[in-house]
């Protein structure tokens, strides 16, 4: 079946610390793999896509099928970085393109 | 564009009445999302229509809950009759062709039923 895991709920971390939040998903095809995230009381808005290798705000996410992971990641994290994150894997059977999401990671960044 | 439009931004309702959410996509997306999200469990793709016809409702709760899309820039869910156990944040989102590119969501619809 497919599935999203976000293993951690909540991820503390200090301002100018590195920063990985942890996908990991279990699909037969080949994956689409996006990172989104929500701002406090903000909508929700697409941070990454695994097809277009992109960094943004200074995240990047490699896409490892070995590990079947799809790790976000940032080097030196920042304040304003503080926010619901979610991992989504993108269905495809015929028709039925949806996304299957995880069920997010809370990022603190502390002063 | 001035993005997916939802409304209300907020609804307080009492148990047992008739709820209505509308959505109005991105013109030009044919792709449009409800999204239920609560803390317990994060976000449920609720149904998903494509050029207007539904093409997944597996996450609809119960009867209780229905969605239309009568044409390409407008989109309802209604919950009726409303129970406590609804309240939540209610997303719509749309997308162009299939989500590829990613989805644009709106601000939400936070419901509370009491």
């Known amino acids: 079946a497919q599935r999203v895991t976000q293993p951690e709920k909540l991820l503390s971390v200090f301002k100018g610390a590195p920063v990985e939040l942890k996908c990991n998903y279990s699909?037969?095809?080949?994956?689409?793999l996006f990172w989104y995230v929500q701002y406090s009381r903000q909508r929700l808005q697409l941070l990454l896509r695994?097809?277009?290798?992109?960094s943004i705000k200074g995240f990047t996410a490699d896409l490892n099928k070995g590990e079947t992971s799809f790790h976000l990641k940032k080097p030196f994290a920042q304040e304003e970085d503080s926010a619901m994150y979610y991992c989504?894997?993108?269905?495809?059977?015929?028709?039925?393109?949806?996304?299957?999401w995880g069920l997010g990671t809370s990022l603190a960044v502390n002063p | 564009d001035a993005g997916v439009i939802q409304s209300p931004r907020h609804e307080v309702t009492e148990m047992g009445q008739e709820v209505t959410l509308r959505c109005k996509p991105i013109?030009?997306?044919?792709?449009l999302f409800w999204y239920r999200q609560t803390m317990m469990r994060g976000l449920e793709l609720l149904i998903y229509?494509?050029?207007?016809?539904?093409?997944?409702d597996s996450g609809m709760p119960e009867d209780r809950f229905s969605a239309k899309m009568p044409n390409a820039s407008f989109s309802t869910l209604k919950i009726q009759p409303s129970e406590p156990r609804d309240s939540a944040v209610y997303f719509c989102?749309?997308?162009f062709g299939q989500g590829g590119y990613g989805y644009t969501f709106g601000s939400g619809t936070r419901l509370t039923v009491v």
């Open positions: 699909y037969s095809g080949s994956p689409e």
């Open positions: 695994h097809i277009s290798r992109e």
């Open positions: 989504a894997l993108r269905f495809n059977a015929g028709n039925n393109r949806k996304l299957i």
């Open positions: 989102a749309s997308s």
């Open positions: 013109s030009g997306h044919n792709s």
């Open positions: 229509f494509n050029n207007n016809v539904p093409i997944d």
